[in-house]
């Protein structure tokens, strides 16, 4: 492992304190995708645990798979930035190692998101998000929406 690679993955698990009070993050959802074929469309299902150190960052391993027969699998990884445009409303951006299983190889990729939350209450959320992971010599693209629940 480069000395890149080490210094993402310590600043990923590391704590970033802001003095406020800490978050877990369960989110749940569905999507449709380019997973390397062009102009096929697949679905997507994702669980995601986070943990979020501030209102501003946090970290999320997430589990996505897409069950067709490319029989996809992965784990990422993510670091999460979150900017707040109102009480209930904020962007977010994450980036991240993603550990996949696709079409019968795995391996070690890379993988970013932008999206956009909207909080009902304290703890519960809707998002949507563009995801991009790159699986070795496959580029995947992703809409994803989902539900939030932070306890």
């Not at 009070?21 to 096929?40: F, K, P, Q, R, W």
Request: negative net charge; glycine residues 10%; hydrophobic residues 35%.
């Amino acid at each position: 492992m480069n000395r890149k690679s080490l210094l993402l993955t310590l600043l990923l698990l590391s704590p970033i304190s802001e003095a406020n009070e800490s978050t877990y993050i369960l989110g749940v959802g569905a999507g449709v995708g380019d997973y390397g074929e062009s102009n096929i469309s697949r679905a997507n299902y994702h669980v995601s645990l986070g943990y979020q150190y501030s209102e501003s960052w946090g970290t999320e391993l997430n589990y996505l798979a897409e069950g067709s027969e490319l029989n996809l699998e992965s784990y990422t990884l993510n670091l999460k930035r979150n900017f707040s445009l109102s009480k209930s409303n904020e962007l977010y951006l994450k980036v991240g190692f993603v550990y996949y299983d696709y079409l019968k190889e795995s391996g070690i990729g890379g993988a970013a998101s932008a999206g956009w939350q909207l909080k009902f209450s304290k703890c519960l959320g809707l998002y949507t998000e563009y995801s991009y992971s790159y699986l070795g010599e496959v580029d995947t693209v992703a809409l994803n929406v989902g539900f939030t629940y932070n306890f």
